[in-house]
Structure formats: structure tokens, C-alpha cells
């Protein structure tokens, strides 16, 4: 280290003195080093002008409470977090390289390059669009609150994956090629172990986060290799040879060329504790570039990797007017922040998320965050969660950001307490699907003020939304927002008691607004515009709908578009038989009852009902009728264990005369409330926080009069009243009481 008479340019103060940093040294560490030698402060650093080449992150904690870090010329001091990489030599005709020692040995690997000030396409296969693998994954996806998957997916269904062998040569280096398969709202990046040639399947390291085939989606992307190579400006790290191997752009002179190979995932760390957060930390006016990120998937949002700017347990802190840039992984990534302002701030061409931060009480303002998720596309712009323990907490505010290409949504907000406002949002959900502009399940949060437009749907999927409140929103206000241009403005899945009120929504043509499996909603002084037609999804989740002014297909109007509710079904519920009895313990095993699910969704009126999940499962042998109920809450502890139907927790089964109604308790009575003793009946809770409970019968054939026999129909239903939302949903609407099963409807015995 230097000496401290180096590093002390100017002491203002006994208590407070400024620090210097030039390109030539002292460095940032040595720096921050004296500033704690100095004693208390507050310190400030000036970096000057320059570009600065780190070989591991520079971190900083409570020690340096009462730091500001500051750029002497805002946007002219530039840290990477890698090496210049030199002596390019010509591969080819079109190609060049430079050997990079450690990367054959194993010791060095990266998944971007900075070129030129740009973050260049990684070598890929196709040149564009996707290659169509062969793989299948048939389970149910049964939402979030309801566990997920259906079954838990094998390691070798989240390891392998039957491809069409015109797509791969039989050339490709498995130790270079790195594999992105697609699933829905997000994707999985992975390395190969091995290419079965012959039986053409691949088999990934590490696993993927879902199976290859999950959701019907059948996209991938194989990126690094030489293969790839299709056009300039592109690159591939080969490790077989121990190269970077770069295509120029026309004019590009690589003997000139500022090529940044990263060497670390982080730049800068701001690292407090719970026992030592840091304090009135300020960081100002730095640009920081060339991030990695290691080869595992990012999972939902893209969310494991680091950030070139990492943020834990900060107080009363400061950062601004930073650009981040041509990172690999995410740019700013923080938790547990209080009173934290982020503003002003430049982040762009980023491999994962713009900004992903949790904590209470935070702002982001004035924050310009584009072109992220060029390498991992479930990446968002901006993703907060603030984890309510009170009513009255706040969580994050969301203050005039500008938004706008992104692979996937461009705001997410998490937990609830937010306040997203006057946000200038487009060009998201460019390549991802079931996102939005703005989207969370959030609740107690407002959406105020906010502009989306040219968000259109890329394939199939799930759709796109302007504001889209997911699996558990509640008592949120949408008001005084704009929607232009996008078919879907507002998207309300599993969602209850929301406000959307005095905005203005545009479409293009048609125009749908949705309120899947919701309930509760009003709908209020809104303007709508749509050359088409306004639809409504399951308009029975709006109870107040009142001065809204629709202009549609030429015509101006008040009223709520008309919607049919859905007819009875009269088809029958086919029943399988099994060869084996099920183990009623409350489990639900997949393997031991049929693979098909009936939702239990619709309410009296046979229209879908709010609130989370419920699906059954039916079987039957020569003794019995098996039916298997799973109930999803967003709280289990809200579960009631009694025996009052209408008020504790339930399942009731209606076959003919019979109606059975069993308990989260394990109780099983009749319609009457006697005990019943002739049917089995298991109950068990499941989950910690969310979760909820599982119901397995086995009701005896010869009790409900009936002997078993292909095709035979039993006039049944299936109701569920849920204690958390205070729901009853049945198999079918009776339009009348559950148990009338003449209005309900059919299973049949296969």
C-alpha cells in the first residue's frame, strides 16, 4: 500500500478529509484503506478521470459509514471488472483470436466481452429465432400457490433433452456449447456433459431449472461455438484451444480494438450486516463495466447472479448518476436497503436485470434502464420486493424511470407497500411471455400515473399486459394510468380487491380486460378506446362498476360490455380405474392416482371463482370411489380445523342422494352434520407460509347403490369452501345449492 502521505490530498477537518484515485494509483482499495485509518469521518474519494482495470471487487462496509465515493467529472472515470485483452491474431479469413491463458486450464471462463464499447452478440445457433427440440414434459403446472408442479420433475427430465439431429452437427464441442431452453416466463442456460450422436439428446450441466418441454414450450438456442459464427460482431470463448475468437465489424481494426475480457461477477460490493449495516454511504458519478456471470440458469427474473454493483443491508445511502453498462450479469443488485435513494442513474446493455433490489422505504427516481436481458431474456429493468410486516410499512417508490427494451417485463414488484408512479415504460416483453409493462402480486401498492405503450405479444404463451397483478394481489389502486397500443391494458390473475380507476386505455384494435380468478375489483372513471370490440374476462370479479366511457367498434357507451355466463357442461368426468388402491394420507401421490386433474374454479352461478387453485383427482376399483382434493392458500395459517360447513375449511362430495362433507380436521360428517363411518377420509395440511390442505376419500360403491362397471354415469359435484377468501367453488355451478346434483355434473367410470 502506499503511504498515507500519498493518498491525503486535503483534510478539511480533523474529522473529515478527501482522497484521491488516478488510473496510475493510489487505487480505489488503497483509498478506502486510508479513509479508515483516518478515523471518523465523513470521507469522500475523488476518482478522476480515467479507466480503471480491477482484479477482484473492491468491497466496502460499516467501516466506511459516512463515505462518499464520487467521480471529479460525472461519466468519465470507467472501472472494469476486467483485463484488456491484446495480441489478435487473424483465424481464417474472417475471424481472429487471442490465446487467454487460464481458459484451457479452467481457471479463466466468462460469458461476455466488452468490444469497442459495445456488448457483442455471443456466437449462436440458429443465426436467428429458435431451433424446436423433441422434448416432452406433460405435468400440470398448477400455479405458484398451489406448489408448482403437479409432480416434481426427475433429475434426468431436468438433465437430458431429444433434439432433431439436422439442427446439431455431429462436430459440436461440447466443452464450448452452452444451451438455452425456454420455458415460459423464464429460461434455463446451461453447459453439455454430453451429445448423444445417436440417440441425438443432450445432456446438460448443471440441470435446468425446468424440464425441457415444460409449459408445451419446445424453444432452444445453442450459443459458443464455432458453428455459430454466422455473421460480424460476433464471438465465442473456445476453451478446447484456449482462445476468444471475435469477428470484426466492417471497419473494425482489432490491432486498434479495445477488447474487455471480465474477470469478476462483482465491481464494487457495499456489504453491511445486521449487526453492522452501513450508514450514509454515498456513491456518485462512476461508470462501471465487463461483468460474468457463471453458467447456471437464472430462474425466475434471472435472478441469481450478481451484480456489478452489490448492495446488503444499507441505511440512509446514496447512489447516483452511475451508469452501468456491457455487464454480464445483473447491473445493480441489493437487498435489505432502508432510506436508500437510487436516481439518476444510467444502466443499459446488460445481461441479466437492470436494478433488483428488496427493503422498506427506498426510492428509485430519474433512472434511465434499457436494453437488458441481451443474455438472459427472464431478465427485467426494475424488480423490488418489500416484505410487508405491518399495514402502514412502505415498501419501494418508483418514481419517473424511463423503461424500454427488454426481453421480459419491465417492472416487477414483489411483496407489496409500493407506490409506481409516472413511469415512462415500452419496447418490453419483447421475447418472454405472462409478464407485463409493470407486474407483481402486490399488495396495498398504487400504480399512479404510469405510461405503457408498444408492448405487442412474440409468439405463444401466456400473453402480455400493460398492468398485470398476479397470484395474491390485493387491495391495490391502479389509477390515472395510460395504456396505449396494447391489446391487454390490464391482466388480474388470482387477484381481489383491487381499485382500477380514471385511467386511459387504447388498443389498436380489439381490447380484452381480465380478471382471471379474481374477485372483488372495482371498476371506475376509466376511458377506454378499442377499433374493435371491449371484452371482459369473468366479469363477476367486478362489483362496482360505474362512469367508465367505452368507445368500441364506432359506438360510444357506459355500460359493461355484455358477457354470457358459461352453460352448464354436460359432458361426464371420466373416471379411471386403478389397479392399485391409493394410500389415503393426505399425500397425492402421482404415481398413485390418474395423471388428469378437474378444476374445481366455477362458483354457483358458473362463472370461475376467486382466489387461489383447487383440483381433484377420481379413481375408482370394484369396492370404491377414490377422489383426491387439493386446496391452495396464500396462508396456511389462516386454515380452520372445524366442523361448521360455511365457516371451517371443507370438502364436500355430492353422488346422488349421498352428499359427504369432510374437514381439515379429519372429520367426516353428512348433510345433516351426523358422523358419517362409512366412507375413509384423510386430511393433512401442507406448507409453511403458503401451501394449504389435501382430501383423499375412498367412498364405498355399494353406499351410494351403484356396482362397478365401464360407463356407468353418477350424477356427482365437488365443493370446496375455503375459509381464507370465504369461497365455495364446485366441479359445476348449480345455480342453486352444491349438493343438487341434477343441475351439477356427470363422472363416468371408464
Same mark, same amino acid.
Not at 427506498?362 to 431478465?379: D, F, K
Given at each position: 500500500?502506499?503511504?498515507?502521505?500519498?493518498?491525503?490530498?486535503?483534510?478539511?477537518?480533523? &474529522?473529515?478529509?478527501?482522497?484521491?484515485?488516478?488510473?496510475?494509483?493510489?487505487?480505489?482499495?488503497?483509498?478506502?484503506?486510508? &479513509?479508515?485509518?483516518?478515523?471518523?469521518?465523513?470521507?469522500?474519494?475523488?476518482?478522476?478521470?480515467?479507466?480503471?482495470?480491477?482484479?477482484?471487487?473492491?468491497?466496502?462496509?460499516?467501516?466506511?459509514?459516512?463515505?462518499?465515493?464520487?467521480?471529479?467529472?460525472?461519466?468519465?472515470?470507467?472501472?472494469?471488472?476486467?483485463?484488456?485483452?491484446?495480441?489478435?491474431?487473424?483465424?481464417?479469413?474472417?475471424?481472429?483470436?487471442?490465446?487467454?491463458?487460464?481458459?484451457?486450464?479452467?481457471?479463466?471462463?466468462?460469458?461476455?466481452?466488452?468490444?469497442?464499447?459495445?456488448?457483442?452478440?455471443?456466437?449462436?445457433?440458429?443465426?436467428?429465432?429458435?431451433?424446436?427440440?423433441?422434448?416432452?414434459?406433460?405435468?400440470?403446472?398448477?400455479?405458484?400457490?398451489?406448489?408448482?408442479?403437479?409432480?416434481?420433475?426427475?433429475?434426468?427430465?431436468?438433465?437430458?433433452?431429444?433434439?432433431?439431429?439436422?439442427?446439431?452437427?455431429?462436430?459440436?464441442?461440447?466443452?464450448?456449447?452452452?444451451?438455452?431452453?425456454?420455458?415460459?416466463?423464464?429460461?434455463?442456460?446451461?453447459?453439455?456433459?454430453? +451429445?448423444?450422436?445417436?440417440?441425438?439428446?443432450?445432456?446438460?450441466?448443471?440441470?435446468?431449472?425446468?424440464?425441457?418441454?415444460?409449459?408445451?414450450?419446445?424453444?432452444?438456442?445453442?450459443? +459458443?461455438?464455432?458453428?455459430?459464427?454466422?455473421?460480424?460482431?460476433?464471438?465465442?470463448?473456445?476453451?478446447?484451444?484456449?482462445?476468444?475468437?471475435?469477428?470484426?465489424?466492417?471497419?473494425?481494426?482489432?490491432?486498434? &480494438?479495445?477488447?474487455?475480457?471480465?474477470?469478476?461477477?462483482?465491481?464494487?460490493?457495499?456489504?453491511?450486516?445486521?449487526?453492522?449495516?452501513?450508514?450514509?454511504?454515498?456513491?456518485?458519478?462512476?461508470?462501471?463495466?465487463?461483468?460474468?456471470?457463471?453458467?447456471?440458469?437464472?430462474?425466475?427474473?434471472?435472478?441469481?447472479?450478481?451484480?456489478?454493483?452489490?448492495?446488503?443491508?444499507?441505511?440512509?445511502?446514496?447512489?447516483?448518476?452511475?451508469?452501468?453498462?456491457?455487464?454480464?450479469?445483473?447491473?445493480?443488485?441489493?437487498? $435489505?436497503?432502508?432510506?436508500?435513494?437510487?436516481? $439518476?442513474?444510467?444502466?443499459?446493455?446488460?445481461?441479466?436485470?437492470?436494478?433488483?433490489?428488496?427493503?422498506?422505504a427506498t426510492e428509485l427516481a430519474n433512472n434511465r434502464v434499457h436494453h437488458v436481458g441481451m443474455y438472459h431474456p427472464s431478465a427485467v429493468a426494475i424488480s423490488v420486493h418489500h416484505?410487508?410486516?405491518?399495514?402502514?410499512?412502505?415498501?419501494?417508490?418508483?418514481?419517473?424511470?424511463?423503461?424500454? $427494451?427488454?426481453?421480459?417485463?419491465?417492472?416487477?414488484?414483489?411483496?407489496?407497500?409500493?407506490?409506481?408512479?409516472?413511469?415512462?415504460?415500452?419496447?418490453?416483453?419483447?421475447?418472454?411471455?405472462?409478464?407485463?409493462?409493470?407486474?407483481?402480486?402486490?399488495?396495498?401498492?398504487?400504480?399512479?400515473?404510469?405510461?405503457?405503450?408498444?408492448?405487442?405479444?412474440?409468439?405463444?404463451?401466456?400473453?402480455?399486459?400493460?398492468?398485470?397483478?398476479?397470484?395474491?394481489?390485493? $387491495?391495490?389502486?391502479?389509477?390515472?394510468?395510460?395504456?396505449?397500443?396494447?391489446?391487454?391494458?390490464?391482466?388480474?390473475?388470482?387477484?381481489?380487491?383491487?381499485?382500477?380507476?380514471?385511467?386511459?386505455?387504447?388498443?389498436?384494435?380489439?381490447?380484452?380486460?381480465?380478471?382471471?380468478?379474481?374477485?372483488?375489483?372495482?371498476?371506475?372513471?376509466?376511458?377506454?378506446?378499442?377499433?374493435?370490440?371491449?371484452?371482459?374476462?369473468?366479469?363477476? &370479479?367486478?362489483?362496482?362498476?360505474?362512469?367508465?366511457?367505452?368507445?368500441?367498434?364506432?359506438?360510444?357507451?357506459?355500460?359493461?360490455?355484455?358477457?354470457?355466463?358459461?352453460?352448464?357442461?354436460?359432458?361426464?368426468?371420466?373416471?379411471?380405474?386403478?389397479?392399485?388402491?391409493?394410500?389415503?394420507?393426505?399425500?397425492?401421490?402421482?404415481?398413485?392416482?390418474?395423471?388428469?386433474?378437474?378444476?374445481?374454479?366455477?362458483?354457483?352461478?358458473?362463472? +370461475?371463482?376467486?382466489?387461489?387453485?383447487?383440483?381433484?383427482?377420481?379413481?375408482?376399483?370394484?369396492?370404491?370411489?377414490?377422489?383426491?382434493?387439493?386446496?391452495?392458500?396464500?396462508?396456511?395459517?389462516?386454515?380452520?380445523?372445524?366442523?361448521?360447513?360455511?365457516?371451517?375449511?371443507?370438502?364436500?362430495?355430492?353422488?346422488?342422494?349421498?352428499?359427504?362433507?369432510?374437514?381439515?380436521?379429519?372429520?367426516?360428517?353428512?348433510?345433516?352434520?351426523?358422523?358419517?363411518?362409512?366412507?375413509?377420509?384423510?386430511?393433512?395440511?401442507?406448507?409453511?407460509?403458503?401451501?394449504?390442505?389435501?382430501?383423499?376419500?375412498?367412498?364405498?360403491?355399494?353406499?351410494?347403490?351403484?356396482?362397478?362397471?365401464?360407463?356407468?354415469?353418477?350424477?356427482? +359435484?365437488?365443493?370446496?369452501?375455503?375459509?381464507?377468501?370465504?369461497?365455495?367453488?364446485?366441479?359445476?355451478?348449480?345455480?342453486?345449492?352444491?349438493?343438487?346434483?341434477?343441475?351439477?355434473?356427470?363422472?363416468?367410470?371408464?
Amino acid at each position: 500500500m502506499l503511504p498515507l502521505s500519498l493518498l491525503l490530498i486535503a483534510v478539511a477537518t480533523a &474529522a473529515a478529509a478527501d482522497f484521491t484515485v488516478t488510473p496510475t494509483g493510489p487505487t480505489l482499495e488503497a483509498a478506502r484503506d486510508a &479513509a479508515r485509518q483516518a478515523g471518523p469521518g465523513p470521507h469522500r474519494i475523488v476518482v478522476k478521470p480515467g479507466d480503471y482495470f480491477l482484479a477482484k471487487p473492491v468491497e466496502f462496509d460499516a467501516r466506511d459509514n459516512g463515505l462518499t465515493i464520487e467521480a471529479a467529472e460525472p461519466g468519465k472515470s470507467t472501472i472494469y471488472g476486467g483485463r484488456i485483452v491484446t495480441g489478435w491474431k487473424p483465424d481464417g479469413d474472417k475471424f481472429w483470436f487471442a490465446e487467454l491463458p487460464g481458459v484451457k486450464e479452467g481457471t479463466w471462463d466468462f460469458r461476455a466481452l466488452v468490444v469497442n464499447g459495445r456488448l457483442p452478440e455471443r456466437a449462436r445457433m440458429p443465426e436467428s429465432g429458435t431451433f424446436l427440440h423433441r422434448g416432452k414434459f406433460d405435468v400440470p403446472w398448477l400455479s405458484s400457490v398451489a406448489g408448482g408442479w403437479a409432480r416434481v420433475p426427475t433429475q434426468q427430465e431436468l438433465t437430458t433433452m431429444e433434439y432433431d439431429p439436422k439442427d446439431l452437427p455431429t462436430t459440436l464441442d461440447v466443452r464450448n456449447a452452452e444451451v438455452r431452453v425456454y420455458h415460459m416466463w423464464d429460461e434455463s442456460l446451461s453447459g453439455l456433459s454430453t +451429445n448423444d450422436t445417436t440417440a441425438h439428446r443432450l445432456t446438460f450441466a448443471p440441470a435446468l431449472r425446468s424440464p425441457a418441454g415444460a409449459f408445451g414450450v419446445k424453444k432452444y438456442v445453442v450459443f +459458443n461455438t464455432r458453428e455459430g459464427m454466422t455473421k460480424p460482431g460476433q464471438w465465442y470463448l473456445d476453451r478446447t484451444a484456449g482462445r476468444v475468437v471475435y469477428w470484426p465489424l466492417p471497419g473494425e481494426d482489432m490491432a486498434k &480494438a479495445k477488447v474487455i475480457a471480465p474477470v469478476v461477477e462483482r465491481i464494487i460490493g457495499v456489504m453491511g450486516t445486521n449487526a453492522a449495516p452501513v450508514k450514509n454511504f454515498t456513491l456518485r458519478g462512476l461508470s462501471l463495466q465487463a461483468t460474468t456471470t457463471p453458467l447456471k440458469p437464472g430462474g425466475f427474473a434471472a435472478g441469481a447472479y450478481d451484480g456489478a454493483l452489490r448492495i446488503d443491508i444499507c441505511r440512509d445511502c446514496v447512489f447516483e448518476k452511475l451508469e452501468i453498462a456491457y455487464a454480464g450479469g445483473q447491473a445493480l443488485q441489493s437487498r $435489505d436497503l432502508f432510506n436508500t435513494r437510487i436516481r $439518476d442513474n444510467h444502466i443499459h446493455d446488460i445481461g441479466a436485470c437492470g436494478i433488483r433490489s428488496s427493503g422498506t422505504a427506498t426510492e428509485l427516481a430519474n433512472n434511465r434502464v434499457h436494453h437488458v436481458g441481451m443474455y438472459h431474456p427472464s431478465a427485467v429493468a426494475i424488480s423490488v420486493h418489500h416484505e410487508m410486516r405491518a399495514n402502514d410499512e412502505q415498501g419501494f417508490h418508483l418514481f419517473r424511470n424511463e423503461i424500454h $427494451d427488454t426481453p421480459y417485463s419491465g417492472i416487477i414488484g414483489g411483496g407489496g407497500g409500493h407506490l409506481i408512479e409516472e413511469n415512462l415504460i415500452y419496447r418490453v416483453m419483447r421475447e418472454m411471455q405472462d409478464g407485463g409493462a409493470i407486474y407483481g402480486g402486490m399488495k396495498k401498492s398504487i400504480l399512479r400515473g404510469n405510461i405503457v405503450r408498444d408492448v405487442v405479444k412474440m409468439g405463444e404463451g401466456y400473453g402480455v399486459s400493460s398492468y398485470y397483478l398476479d397470484e395474491g394481489a390485493e $387491495d391495490s389502486i391502479v389509477e390515472r394510468n395510460v395504456s396505449i397500443g396494447v391489446e391487454r391494458p390490464t391482466h388480474n390473475h388470482i387477484a381481489r380487491n383491487l381499485i382500477i380507476r380514471d385511467n386511459t386505455f387504447i388498443a389498436d384494435k380489439d381490447m380484452v380486460l381480465s380478471f382471471q380468478r379474481s374477485g372483488g375489483c372495482t371498476f371506475t372513471g376509466n376511458t377506454l378506446f378499442a377499433p374493435g370490440k371491449i371484452n371482459i374476462t369473468q366479469p363477476n &370479479a367486478i362489483t362496482t362498476w360505474s362512469k367508465n366511457i367505452l368507445y368500441q367498434s364506432g359506438t360510444i357507451g357506459d355500460a359493461m360490455p355484455p358477457s354470457n355466463p358459461p352453460a352448464r357442461r354436460t359432458y361426464a368426468f371420466a373416471v379411471e380405474r386403478l389397479a392399485t388402491p391409493p394410500k389415503l394420507d393426505g399425500e397425492v401421490g402421482w404415481d398413485e392416482w390418474p395423471h388428469t386433474m378437474l378444476q374445481i374454479e366455477r362458483d354457483q352461478s358458473r362463472w +370461475n371463482s376467486a382466489g387461489a387453485p383447487i383440483f381433484a383427482k377420481v379413481g375408482y376399483d370394484d369396492k370404491y370411489l377414490y377422489i383426491a382434493v387439493n386446496i391452495a392458500m396464500f396462508e396456511v395459517s389462516k386454515l380452520r380445523k372445524g366442523t361448521t360447513w360455511g365457516e371451517d375449511d371443507g370438502i364436500e362430495i355430492s353422488i346422488g342422494s349421498r352428499v359427504f362433507r369432510g374437514f381439515a380436521d379429519g372429520s367426516v360428517r353428512d348433510l345433516q352434520g351426523s358422523e358419517v363411518k362409512v366412507v375413509q377420509f384423510a386430511a393433512k395440511a401442507f406448507g409453511t407460509r403458503m401451501g394449504g390442505w389435501r382430501g383423499e376419500w375412498a367412498i364405498p360403491l355399494e353406499a351410494l347403490g351403484v356396482t362397478a362397471k365401464p360407463g356407468l354415469k353418477l350424477p356427482a +359435484n365437488i365443493a370446496v369452501f375455503r375459509a381464507e377468501d370465504r369461497v365455495l367453488r364446485q366441479l359445476e355451478g348449480t345455480l342453486a345449492e352444491s349438493w343438487k346434483v341434477a343441475d351439477a355434473a356427470t363422472l363416468q367410470l371408464k
